[in-house]
């Protein structure tokens, strides 16, 4: 299975709204988990399971999808918001990342 | 405080060995499946190895099987790494990660160590 991010990177501003795009290269149902990457700091869970919310994530993040596209959704960005976004499918081994998406300033 | 904290990293010699710890803490260790994953400098991420609760099964990305080796002493509370025949490529970042499943099944990630660097000189 081969996990394709996009953009690999975006700019954005504070208050926008963006949404990220993860694609298998095969049905992985709702077997998909998103993490947020900050410089120099471990991945931190945000989304499994396609959709649902990890204990104390904001709301502002979302996730969708299932079968082979998915979506990280993040509204109303925050300053803290700006990092890398990682996909993760566990539906089968070997357990496979995305690429990445790096979310900027403008 | 629920936390993981990696040890043992550092510079090696290109074909050495090195043993990483993570040291479990603020839950029940072996109740959970455990993980290694890795970030080489500027690069994305990557698992490397899986053990369940019991050590019943392990897995391991091929790129590793037969020089990284995953274990785990659960009296202890702790999970190693037993890296062998290191290579260029095997520098990187190596976080350990608890799976929030407790049956053998493909993980995810709820709880990362904050890292440590394995550096390999040739």
């Known amino acids: 299975i081969q996990l394709t991010q996009s953009p690999s990177s975006v700019s954005a501003s504070v208050g926008d709204r963006v949404t990220i795009t993860c694609r298998a290269s095969r049905v992985i149902n709702r077997a998909l988990a998103w993490y947020q990457q900050k410089p120099g700091e471990a991945p931190n869970l945000l989304i499994y399971?396609?959709?649902s919310l990890e204990s104390g994530v904001p709301s502002r993040f979302s996730g969708s999808g299932s079968g082979t596209d998915f979506t990280l959704t993040i509204t109303n960005l925050q300053p803290e918001d700006f990092a890398t976004y990682y996909c993760?499918?566990?539906?089968?081994?070997?357990?496979?990342f995305g690429q990445g998406t790096r979310l900027d300033i403008k | 405080e629920v936390q993981l904290v990696e040890s043992g990293g550092g510079l090696v010699n290109h074909g050495g060995s090195l043993r990483l710890s993570c040291a479990a803490s603020g839950f029940t260790f072996s109740a959970y499946n455990m993980n290694w994953v890795r970030q080489a400098p500027g690069k994305g991420l990557e698992w490397i190895s899986s053990?369940?609760?019991?050590?019943?099964?392990?897995y391991h990305t091929d790129s590793v099987r037969g020089r990284l080796t995953i274990s785990r002493d659960n009296a202890r509370n702790l999970l190693y790494l037993q890296m062998n025949t290191l290579r260029d490529e095997d520098t990187a970042v190596y976080y350990c990660?608890?799976?929030?499943?407790?049956?053998?099944?493909?993980?995810?990630?709820?709880?990362w160590g904050q890292g440590t660097l394995v550096t390999v000189s040739s």
């Open positions: 399971h396609a959709s």
């Open positions: 990660a608890r799976d929030p499943g407790s049956a053998a099944h493909t993980p995810w990630f709820d709880l």
């Open positions: 993760q499918q566990f539906n089968s081994y070997p357990v496979i």
């Open positions: 053990i369940t609760g019991g050590s019943d099964f392990i």
